[in-house]
C-alpha cells in the first residue's frame, strides 16, 4: 500500500493513506489533498512517499 507522510519543518504531521491504489487516481488524489496542505501548513510542506506491507 502506497502512503504519503506530510513533512513540516523536517516533522511528519500526517499521513495521507488513498482510499484507492490505482496510480492514476493517487495522482489525482495527491494533487488535491497537496492544496489543501498548503492551506493548512503553509509554503513548507514537502510530501514523502513510502510503502506499507502487510
Wanted: hydrophobic letters at 40%; proline letters at 2%.
Amino acid at each position: 500500500m502506497i502512503v504519503f507522510d506530510v513533512i513540516v519543518d523536517g516533522k511528519v504531521k500526517e499521513t495521507l493513506r488513498p482510499v484507492n491504489q490505482r496510480l492514476k487516481e493517487i495522482q489525482l488524489y495527491v494533487k488535491s489533498e497537496s492544496a489543501r496542505l498548503i492551506e493548512k501548513y503553509g509554503s513548507n510542506v514537502q510530501l514523502n512517499r513510502r510503502m506499507l506491507y502487510k
